[in-house]
C-alpha cells in the first residue's frame, strides 16, 4: 500500500507540471474579422481565422505568419533560451511568447493538434505506463508472496507439534515472525520511491520524464550533450 501511495505521489508531482504547460496557453485571442479586432474564447479558434498577436502576448495557438515579424520566446517548450526571429510564412507555435514586433498569422493547428497538446498527451501517457522494473518486481512479488505464506504456515504447524508448551503461543508468534522477516515490501517500493524521487525532482525543474522507461536506459548513457546558455547557464548576463 505505501508503494502504491509513493508511485501516485509521484505521478501527481508529474500531473503538477502538465498543468503549468496547460496554463502556457491564454484563454482569449484576438481575431482579426473583416479589418475589426475581436477578443474571442480560445476554444473558438478554427484552422484557418487570422490572428493578431501583439508584443508581450501569448501566441494563442499553431500557425503561419502572413504579415509582420517580430522575436518569440520558445523557451517554455523547446528550451531554446535565444529569442527566436519569426518573418513571413514562419511557423508559430502556441504558448510561447512573442517579445518585440506584432504580427498576424493564420491559425493551422488548433485544440488537441497543437504542438503544447501532443507534449501533454506525450507526458500524460508515459504517467500512465508502469516502468519495466516494477513490471519485474510484481512479478517476483507474486511468487514470492505465496511461497512466504506456506512457510508461515509451516512453521506453525511444526511448532504446534514439536515445539515446547503453550504450543499455540509459541506458534502463533514464530508464524508472524516469518511474516515479518520475509514481507517482501522492498520489492514494492524501491521502484516507486525511485520513480517518485526522479519524477518530482524533475518536474521541479522543469524536466518532464517522456516515459519511465527513459529513467532506466538514463543509467548506461556515457555521453551527454547540453545546449550552455539558457541551460547550464542563465543566459542572463551581469556587470559586477
Known sequence: L???????????????????????????AILVRDKNHIKVPIES?????????KPGETVPTDGKILTGSSTVDESM???????????????????TINLSGSFEFEATETGSSTVLSNIVKIVEDAQS????????????ASYF???????????????????????????VLNMITVLVIACPCALGLAAPTATMASTGTGAKHGILVRGFEALENARKASIAIFD?????????P???
Request: charged fraction near 15%; aromatic fraction near 4%.
Open 2 to 28: 505505501l508503494g502504491r501511495f509513493l508511485e501516485s505521489k509521484a505521478r501527481s508531482n508529474a500531473a503538477s507540471a502538465i498543468n503549468s504547460l496547460l496554463k502556457l496557453q491564454p484563454k482569449t
Open 238 to 240: 551581469v556587470v559586477n
Open 129 to 140: 505506463s508502469k516502468p519495466p522494473i516494477q513490471l519485474v518486481a510484481d512479478r517476483i
Open 45 to 53: 479558434i478554427q484552422p484557418g481565422n487570422l490572428i493578431l498577436v
Open 145 to 171: 508472496v505465496p511461497t512466504v505464506i506456506i512457510v508461515s504456515i509451516l512453521t506453525f504447524l511444526f511448532w504446534m507439534v514439536f515445539g515446547p508448551q503453550p504450543a499455540l503461543t509459541n506458534s
Open 228 to 236: 550552455k546558455t539558457g541551460t547550464l547557464t542563465t543566459g542572463a
Open 77 to 95: 517548450l523547446t528550451g531554446e533560451s535565444m529569442p527566436v526571429t519569426k518573418l513571413k510564412n514562419s511557423k508559430v507555435i502556441g504558448g
